[in-house]
């Protein structure tokens, strides 16, 4: 209390803002692109889905509403996962590198937040690898083809392993991480830090 959050606090604010974004909003925009990205290189013939629009359509017309929310499960991990990690560690960070505790009053400069939210960035996509990975396996597969390979997050998980090894879960890790100094509203000014939800 007291406008003071504890880190088990910030660690389920985190998670709970990253499953509603992921319920509400990410899956079935994600579920689309998946699709869309998944035709590139092909003649205008042969493609399937002619836009956003008229994917998001054929897809609800071929698996039925459901279909948009494939790999949902993966996704919420990955959502929530993340936002606690970022909640968590932006704190952590502060008060490590620049000895700023919640309410104590110091305010950090900004190239002091700017490196706290940059280390806080680069623990969402380590944590939440093996997610992204089944997630966006999941949410490539369709239902209208028939028999599918990957049965939810966990079989997923497991055939992935089998396969191709335990890094594979870990697979465009690195773009990820590149992508982050690219996302200053990640860690100036604390819009993802753990102090607010946007």
């Known amino acids: 209390m007291g406008g003071k959050l504890s880190n088990a606090g910030r660690l389920l604010s985190g998670f709970g803002a990253g499953v509603l974004e992921a319920l509400v909003v990410i899956t079935p925009f994600e579920v689309v692109k998946i699709r869309l990205q998944q035709q590139r290189g092909l003649s205008p013939e042969h493609l399937k889905y002619k836009g956003p629009i008229h994917c998001a359509s054929t897809i609800i017309c071929e698996e039925g509403l ?3 929310w494939a790999g949902a499960s993966p996704t919420v991990m990955r959502n929530g996962t993340n936002q606690a990690a970022m909640f968590t560690s932006k704190n952590a960070f502060d008060v490590l590198l620049w000895k700023k505790h919640e309410g104590d009053g110091k305010v950090l400069l ?5 490196i706290s939210g940059f280390l806080a960035g680069t623990a969402g996509p380590i944590c939440t690898g ?3 990975v089944v997630k966006t396996r999941l949410m490539a597969q369709s239902r209208a083809g028939g028999e599918l390979k990957y049965k939810g997050m966990v079989h997923a998980i497991r055939i992935i392993h089998k396969e191709e090894g335990l890094r594979a879960l870990w697979k465009g890790l690195l773009p990820r991480l590149m992508r ?3 996302r200053p509203s990640n860690y100036v000014g604390g819009c993802r830090s753990s102090n607010r939800l946007i």
């Open 180 to 182: 982050i100094p690219s």
């Open 110 to 114: 900004p190239w002091q937040s700017m």
């Open 130 to 132: 093996p997610f992204d």
């Open 66 to 68: 459901r279909g948009l």
